[in-house]
């Protein structure tokens, strides 16, 4: 079952994700040549403190491991779930995930982009390009009357025709008051899949690109997800409520209140 959400939840989670837009704003802005990852981590804790939230990512178990950072940082070919903590110096040429994932008053925002460092090659820019509009593509199926599969269609449609790589080990999912809530949202499948979307539950839609394959690797920190053939990876994200109407983008910044 997808979770509906309420009118009082919505205002709550409204807030979550316009802080969880802002910080990731803020973050990209300072994406430069010789910054470290380290500090943008670091960065990215004062911001969420300053907002009264904190990282939902902190501490996020899977197993009897815990996530060690506040924000995931993944550089090139790593995909998602960089750990921002580990110091590396970002340079000219380089791509960063930042995926920043918030929970504000017991309800979650989650978003993620990939910028460049300086200047990129115009393979990395198209990679970026593109994937931003496959998430795009993919939000404005977010729709009472169609299915999940609606969303993962349109993204692997979106695609294909670049024969870019899509990762599967990783979804997008319902969000709420914990990060990860049905549905699943596969970013490939037919587009008849899935629950009927209704008015009021709340996605984070999210594609995942490779320059190459579409094969993943899982790094020896245990959280970093590579692409198995070292080619370049992006990553989009967005929360969105569907609604009677068009769909609402939630995670776009703005001052709390
Ligand atoms: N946006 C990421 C996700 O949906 C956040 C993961 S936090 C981590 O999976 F702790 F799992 F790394
Ligand atoms: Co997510």
């Given at each position: 079952m997808i979770p509906i959400k309420s009118e009082s939840e919505l205002k709550i989670m409204r807030a979550a994700c316009r802080i969880a837009a802002t910080v990731l704003d803020e973050l990209c802005k300072l994406v430069a040549p010789g910054v470290n990852t380290y500090d943008l981590?670091?960065?990215?804790?004062?911001?969420?403190?300053?907002f009264d939230a904190r990282s939902a990512c902190f501490g996020y178990r899977?197993?009897?491991?815990?996530?060690?950072?506040?924000?995931?940082?993944?550089?090139?070919?790593?995909?998602?779930?960089?750990?921002?903590?580990?110091?590396?110096?970002?340079?000219?040429?380089?791509i960063v995930s930042v995926d920043v994932c918030v929970e504000f008053q017991g309800y979650i925002g989650d978003n993620a982009r990939t910028v460049p460092v300086g200047e990129i090659s115009a393979d990395k820019q198209k990679l970026l390009s593109v994937t931003e509009a496959s998430l795009k593509a993919a939000i404005d199926q977010a729709?009472?009357?169609?299915?999940?599969?609606?969303?993962?269609?349109?993204?692997?449609?979106?695609?294909?025709?670049?024969?870019?790589?899509?990762?599967r080990d990783f979804v997008g999912h319902g969000v709420g008051k914990s990060m990860h809530e049905a549905p699943q949202i596969p970013n490939f499948g037919p587009r008849n899949r899935g629950e009927l979307?209704?008015?009021?539950?709340?996605?984070?839609?999210?594609?995942?690109?490779?320059?190459?394959?579409?094969?993943?690797?899982?790094?020896?920190?245990?959280?970093?997800?590579?692409?198995?053939?070292?080619?370049?990876?992006?990553?989009f994200e967005h929360t969105v409520l569907i609604t009677s109407g068009e769909p609402e983008i939630l995670t776009i910044p703005g001052l709390p209140g």
């Open positions: 981590d670091q960065t990215g804790r004062k911001l969420l403190d300053k899977i197993g009897s491991k815990r996530f060690p950072a506040h924000t995931c940082l993944s550089v090139n070919d790593e995909i998602v779930h960089g750990i921002g903590i580990l110091k590396r110096v970002l340079k000219e040429g380089d729709r009472p009357g169609n299915r999940v599969g609606a969303i993962s269609n349109s993204v692997e449609r979106y695609i294909r025709p670049h024969g870019f790589g899509i990762i979307l209704r008015p009021g539950m709340t996605l984070a839609i999210e594609p995942m690109i490779s320059l190459g394959r579409s094969k993943i690797l899982m790094g020896d920190d245990g959280w970093t997800a590579l692409t198995v053939d070292g080619s370049d990876a992006a990553h």
